[in-house]
């Protein structure tokens, strides 16, 4: 049975772990949230943590530590050591009395199988990326030895280290000839025998990765090494200049990079072994059409409510038009930190005055703002939230094109969602909590359904509650949300395979109503994102509002408790939440089996 939260109570006078052995974290204690908190209440928190928390721990800072130790990418070294590792760990973790466990070691138990899980899956699918490279990298194995020996405590011997170095540039400049030959007599870009652009950009980009562990090699020896450095230094220096060069070859005239040019949209799908293996790791039991499929209602849905809006403001069901009139409401540059101030203001009262969720007034005390440089715009135009929030406007720099994109992709009224989305009760809060309460968690799950979700369900739910200020507001709020609706729609088939990077640009551009440029850096992100994450901030919206509309529309709990807990708990899929919420049984062999999207759609 629940015990309801005493809010801002200043004393102890409630449970206690001795009168209540059954105390858990769902039963948030009073005085956590305050500025001082009550330090007794914490103290109980503590008490209550899972019993697995320092066996996550020793997880994840292991799984680093190997990876600093074995740090060569696609080397079978480093993918024969993290297989040992995860098996070690799989077998453990099944000899561990589940039964035995708190209701949070349970939890952590399931996160962790499915981790492990998933790392095995990412390194059966690293191995056939690194196949798929192999041919372009003859002198692969080779230079990886290199810092593998030394790693080992072997040492060098400089004279066939040299001998080594030698013959890897001499290849490498032999390809390099070879694609600007064939460049030269051709008209447009080289195609490479068993390797499309993708499988070149990532040669380029190993090769890039190779040049860092040499240079680390070579810091190591040379100077200090007096043998070394008379045989190694000479072909080292040449080593790297033809790695160089043979990297840019694959990048201009096999990807069709150019220097001083927009680059093109070059990304790695995985496929649907890769997608599938976010979906078991998040706990979504949705096959991926189906996913598809909930983008596209979704998608349908917000249309609807722009055509009323458009409506409003007087556009018909133009609502195109009216979302050109809304961006075209943007401040003079230099002006927009000032209007997000301003909005974020807004939006703190207006959730203080709601009661829906704690603040703790440090929380809102220390966040900044700073400005997205001109590069990582190219990435992300738009937003980057957290402690230090990073919006995007236009920098002089910028063509002139670019920058009236950015002023009109950045109006204040398309601010106006992602505020409250970036800061508090968004990403900022998240952080801020995560840090404090069941902090082993977010390295073991960093999961964007959880951490987008919530973003993206806070709009969903200030929508409801009439958050707005006026029409353009509404505007901005919609687009946004069409927007996640869209990225389900478009980065799930990019991943597949199924869309180019220019058709998924075009259906942003003329589905969604993006800018041009805004949509390429869309794209861009999506390229070099996790495979499910724009897919997971609708998706984990979604989510929280079928675990809403089963907790507190019900009655269950009340708001504030919810997204209390919900902090509290710290990152994990929210089926999880759910079963942490009501008590669910769970078992070691415990699977996704929530049909949240059913549930909203009944009736």
């Known amino acids: 049975m629940r015990i309801a939260i005493t809010r801002w109570a200043a004393s102890l006078a409630v449970?206690?772990?001795?009168?209540?052995?059954?105390?858990?974290?769902?039963?948030?204690?009073?005085?956590?949230?305050?500025?001082?908190?009550?330090?007794?209440?914490?103290?109980?928190?503590?008490?209550?943590?899972?019993?697995?928390?320092?066996?996550?721990t020793r997880y994840v800072q292991d799984l680093a530590a190997l990876g600093r130790r074995y740090p060569v990418q696609y080397s079978p070294q480093r993918h024969e050591r993290m297989t040992a590792f995860h098996e070690a760990w799989r077998q453990s973790l099944a000899e561990t009395d589940f039964d035995s466990l708190n209701q949070e070691g349970r939890i952590d138990y399931i996160m962790l199988r499915n981790r492990i899980d998933y790392e095995m899956e990412m390194l059966a699918i690293g191995e056939t990326r690194a196949a798929q490279i192999t041919p372009l990298l003859p002198f692969e194995a080779d230079l990886r030895a290199f810092q593998e020996a030394r790693y080992d405590r072997g040492r060098v011997?400089?004279?066939?280290?040299?001998?080594?170095?030698?013959?890897?540039?001499?290849?490498?400049?032999?390809?390099?000839?070879?694609?600007?030959?064939?460049?030269?007599?051709?008209?447009?870009?080289?195609?490479?025998?068993?390797?499309?652009?993708?499988?070149?950009?990532?040669?380029?980009?190993?090769?890039?990765?190779?040049?860092?562990?040499?240079?680390?090699?070579?810091?190591?020896?040379?100077?200090?090494?007096?043998?070394?450095?008379?045989?190694?230094?000479?072909?080292?220096?040449?080593?790297?200049?033809?790695?160089?060069?043979y990297a840019e070859a694959l990048r201009r005239h096999v990807v069709g990079i150019v220097p001083g040019e927009q680059p093109p949209i070059v990304g790695d799908p995985v496929l649907e072994a890769g997608i599938l293996a976010d979906l078991t790791q998040e706990m979504i039991p949705?096959?991926?059409?189906?996913?598809?499929?909930?983008?596209?209602?979704?998608?349908?849905?917000?249309?609807?409510?722009?055509?009323?809006?458009?409506?409003?403001?007087?556009?018909?069901?133009?609502?195109?038009?009216?979302?050109?009139?809304?961006?075209?409401?943007?401040?003079?540059?230099?002006?927009?930190?000032?209007?997000?101030?301003?909005?974020?203001?807004?939006?703190?009262?207006?959730?203080?005055?709601?009661?829906?969720?704690?603040?703790?007034?440090?929380?809102r005390e220390v966040w900044r703002l700073a400005m997205q440089t001109p590069e990582r715009q190219l990435i992300n135009p738009f937003f980057s939230g957290g402690e230090v929030t990073r919006l995007s406007y236009p920098v002089d720099s910028m063509s002139h094109e670019h920058k009236l994109m950015s002023m009109r992709g950045n109006t204040p009224h398309f601010n106006f969602a992602t505020v409250h989305h970036e800061l508090i009760p968004g990403h900022h809060l998240q952080r801020f909590m995560n840090d404090r309460f069941n902090p082993h968690r977010?390295?073991?799950?960093?999961?964007?359904?959880?951490?987008?979700?919530?973003?993206?369900?806070?709009?969903?739910?200030?929508?409801?509650?009439?958050?707005?200020?006026?029409?353009?507001?509404?505007?901005?709020?919609?687009?946004?949300?069409?927007?996640?609706?869209?990225?389900?729609?478009?980065?799930?088939?990019?991943?597949?395979?199924?869309?180019?990077?220019?058709?998924?640009?075009?259906?942003?551009?003329?589905?969604v109503g993006h800018e041009r440029?805004?949509?390429?850096?869309?794209?861009?992100?999506?390229?070099?994102?996790?495979?499910?994450?724009?897919?997971?901030?609708?998706?984990?919206?979604?989510?929280?509002l079928s675990l809403r509309r089963e907790l507190v529309d019900n009655g269950s709990m009340s708001e504030q408790d919810f997204h209390d807990q919900v902090m509290l708990l710290g990152p994990m899929p929210v089926e999880l939440i759910r079963a942490r919420l009501t008590d669910a049984p769970l078992t070691a062999d415990y699977d996704t089996r929530w049909r949240f999207y059913d549930a909203l759609t009944e009736g």
Do not use: C
């Open 442 to 511: 977010s390295p073991l799950l960093n999961t964007p359904v959880w951490r987008e979700g919530w973003a993206l369900y806070w709009e969903m739910i200030l929508w409801d509650k009439d958050f707005t200020r006026n029409d353009p507001d509404k505007m901005g709020m919609l687009f946004w949300r069409l927007h996640r609706a869209a990225r389900i729609i478009f980065s799930l088939n990019y991943q597949l395979g199924n869309w180019t990077p220019e058709q998924a640009v075009d259906f942003l551009v003329e589905e």
């Open 286 to 363: 949705y096959s991926i059409d189906e996913l598809i499929g909930i983008g596209e209602r979704e998608f349908e849905w917000i249309v609807g409510e722009l055509e009323r809006v458009s409506n409003e403001m007087g556009f018909g069901d133009d609502w195109k038009a009216a979302l050109e009139y809304t961006k075209e409401l943007a401040p003079p540059p230099g002006e927009v930190p000032w209007a997000i101030f301003d909005i974020a203001d807004y939006s703190e009262e207006f959730v203080e005055q709601d009661g829906s969720i704690s603040m703790p007034p440090l929380s």
């Open 15 to 56: 449970l206690t772990v001795a009168s209540s052995p059954a105390l858990s974290q769902q039963d948030a204690l009073p005085g956590w949230s305050q500025d001082p908190p009550v330090i007794g209440s914490l103290v109980e928190f503590a008490q209550t943590e899972s019993d697995l928390r320092v066996a996550v």
């Open 157 to 245: 011997e400089p004279r066939p280290a040299a001998g080594t170095m030698d013959d890897a540039a001499r290849q490498a400049r032999e390809l390099t000839r070879d694609i600007e030959t064939r460049a030269a007599a051709g008209n447009g870009l080289v195609e490479l025998e068993n390797a499309s652009p993708v499988v070149a950009m990532r040669a380029a980009e190993q090769i890039e990765h190779l040049r860092l562990v040499m240079d680390d090699f070579n810091t190591f020896y040379d100077g200090y090494d007096p043998d070394y450095s008379w045989w190694a230094r000479e072909p080292y220096a040449a080593l790297d200049a033809a790695l160089a060069d």
């Open 517 to 544: 440029a805004n949509a390429e850096a869309e794209v861009r992100r999506t390229a070099i994102d996790a495979p499910f994450y724009q897919a997971a901030y609708m998706i984990g919206g979604l989510q929280f």
